[in-house]
């Protein structure tokens, strides 16, 4: 069963707005981690969130992971067309003791920026 | 300067056929992995190998079988393909766990089947 929800599912904002994404789990996460997918471009890396609390920013995005690390926002201000896209939101389902990461993700969001 | 790199990017093909798809990472990483994307865009995990070595193998059809003849590559290839089969296929990459990555995965750009 998906362990990642997504909201909203799809955001048409007007440039210039402010949005934000929710990704929430049920169980605790070891790591919250958001991509960006752009058609033909796979999935560019944005952020990990890895402490209660934590909050990181690059240019216009914010990601914030909550104090029970079970809920993850990623806000955008002042979005641009070049922010269009679909974001996914990934986590850690367990420890990663093995060799690899397992990470499970989001349905995604589709992000959608008018002129 | 492509750091994972996957080909083809768009593979048609018909019901029945096998095909495979390639992977390569010039990253120095020991972790490959596939990933499926289904037409509702969600992500699941399918295999991962470690220097070789398969580390998961989720619930995925035998009719994939993951082949790593390097810890540099990791190509997949489908046995009598379903229409189910239809999806991207992205493949990735990562460091050991613990070894202070802080872009955990790398992902390739994707590979678009559809089988007709």
């Known amino acids: 069963s998906q362990e990642l929800e997504q909201s909203p599912q799809s955001l048409i904002v007007q440039e210039g707005k402010n949005l934000t994404i929710n990704c929430t789990s049920s169980?605790?996460?070891?790591?919250l981690y958001w991509y960006k997918q752009k058609y033909g471009e796979g999935l560019i890396f944005l952020m990990m969130?890895?402490?209660?609390?934590e909050e990181k920013s690059h240019e216009k995005i914010t990601a914030k992971l909550d104090e029970k690390k079970q809920q993850s926002s990623l806000h955008i201000t002042a979005s641009q067309p070049s922010h269009a896209g679909i974001y996914l939101c990934?986590?850690?389902?367990?420890?990663?003791?093995?060799?690899?990461?397992?990470?499970?993700f989001g349905k995604g969001t589709k992000l959608s920026v008018i002129p | 300067d492509t750091a994972v790199s996957q080909t083809p990017k768009y593979l048609v093909t018909q019901m029945g056929n096998d095909k495979s798809i390639k992977c390569e990472q010039n990253?120095?990483?020991?972790?490959m992995y596939w990933y499926k994307q289904d037409s509702k865009k969600f992500l699941k995990i399918m295999f991962s190998y470690n220097n070789k070595e398969l580390i998961i193998n989720e619930t995925v059809p035998n009719r994939f079988s993951p082949k790593s003849p390097d810890k540099a590559h990791l190509n997949l290839h489908i046995n009598s393909l379903e229409l189910g089969d239809s999806a991207v296929y992205f493949c990735a990459s990562s460091q050991v766990p613990g070894q202070g990555a802080t872009e955990k995965l790398f992902f390739g750009s994707g590979t678009q089947l559809s089988v007709l």
């Open positions: 169980k605790t996460l070891y790591g």
């Open positions: 990934g986590a850690d389902r367990v420890y990663s003791g093995a060799g690899s990461y397992q990470l499970t």
């Open positions: 969130l890895q402490k209660g609390g």
């Open positions: 990253l120095g990483h020991d972790t």
